[in-house]
């Protein structure tokens, strides 16, 4: 297994074929959870603007829990022992920490707030969760999009009220694009309605998808509602550009509707002829998701205030311009 990992770094394409290893994948995923080992640190890289660029150091820790071990409130409490643990040994060598998937979950940590205020003194970095980041990528996207495909119609957004969904939707309705929301969450909508303030207008809340159905674009951050659901309410023939992950529509989805044009969202490209890295996060080398490119932005701008809790709107063009002064872009429609 340990010359496994490192081969299935360097060729990400190849991991369908070990599929025949879920047996033991998850006996392993049952001795993390219950084990004493709190993480790993799975890869030390440098990180370049340019040839002539000294780099930023960095590595990649993971801690050791899979995924369904967030769904158990039981052991939400030793997760967070392990979170804080990573934190605390990671500032010891690196000047800024970004977190990654439901290491930023609001039920674990609130988006990286709950660290900064349990740890207080002994916190000597920045905490970043790039949301800010992925929130201008999707939204670059979006526009590329609509441009793309003469979008008339409302924009349908899923996940609408959470960090990214909000700054979405904000912007978009800001540009003069309306935007649906579906959300049950009437008081967390009235409260994005408000912040929308003269652009208000251009936002609307929905608890039911067939409210969708004339909506040419789909931009999905919540994996669920997904697959069937999902796909039975979108039109034919729109466009779909999701950011959630993992993502609810599957490639045997997109199989079942030819008609639909399906993107990934919040990922940027860089030059892997400039970095060591080596632990890509099963995307292709040159690839990699917004928040993590939103953790170097930080570095690079020798910026020390944390970005926790909600996406500061106000912040986006300038995070999205430092990005691409540090050579991260769009990936191709």
């Known amino acids: 297994m340990t010359k496994l990992i490192p081969c299935l770094r360097r060729h990400w394409s190849i991991a369908h074929w070990f599929f025949w290893a879920w047996p033991l994948c998850a006996i392993i995923s049952v001795v993390y959870l219950i084990g004493y080992k709190r993480f790993d640190v799975v890869d030390r890289f440098i990180f370049r603007r340019s040839n002539n660029d000294e780099g930023i150091k960095a590595m ?5 829990n899979f995924g369904w071990h967030f769904f158990l409130p039981k052991f939400r409490s030793v997760i967070q022992q392990r979170i804080l643990d990573a934190v605390l040994y990671a500032q010891e060598h690196v000047s800024v920490i970004g977190l990654g998937a439901l290491t930023k979950d609001e039920r674990i940590t609130k988006g990286g707030k709950w660290i900064v205020d349990i740890l207080g003194d002994r916190l000597h970095v920045p905490i970043v969760h790039g949301d800010t980041l992925t929130a201008m990528v999707v939204i670059q996207q979006a526009l590329a999009l609509i441009e793309k ?185």
């Not at 990649?60 to 050791?64: A, E, P």
Request: proline share 5%.
């Open 60 to 64: 990649t820790i993971l801690i050791r």
């Open 149 to 333: 495909y003469r979008i008339k119609s409302p924009v349908f957004l899923t996940g609408s009220t959470s960090k990214i969904g909000r700054a979405v939707a904000l912007y978009l309705a800001g540009r003069g694009i309306k935007v649906i929301m579906y959300t049950q969450d009437q008081e967390r909508f009235d409260k994005i309605y408000s912040e929308a303030g003269e652009h208000s207008d251009n936002l609307t809340r929905s608890d039911n998808l067939a409210e969708g159905y004339g909506c040419a674009l789909w931009i999905i951050g919540k994996t669920i509602p997904s697959g069937r659901e999902l796909l039975e309410h979108i039109p034919k023939g729109a466009v779909v550009l999701n950011f959630a992950v993992p993502n609810p529509l599957t490639k045997c989805n997109f199989k079942r509707r030819p008609d639909l044009h399906g993107y990934e969202g919040g990922l940027l490209e860089y030059n892997p002829e400039l970095t060591t890295l080596h632990f890509t996060m099963r995307l292709r080398p040159g690839l990699t998701y917004a928040c993590h490119a939103g953790t170097f932005v930080h570095a690079a701008k020798g910026w020390t205030h944390h970005e926790v809790g909600p996406v500061d709107i106000g912040q986006l063009h300038e995070v999205w311009q430092a990005a691409q002064e540090l050579g991260f872009r769009l990936p191709q429609l």
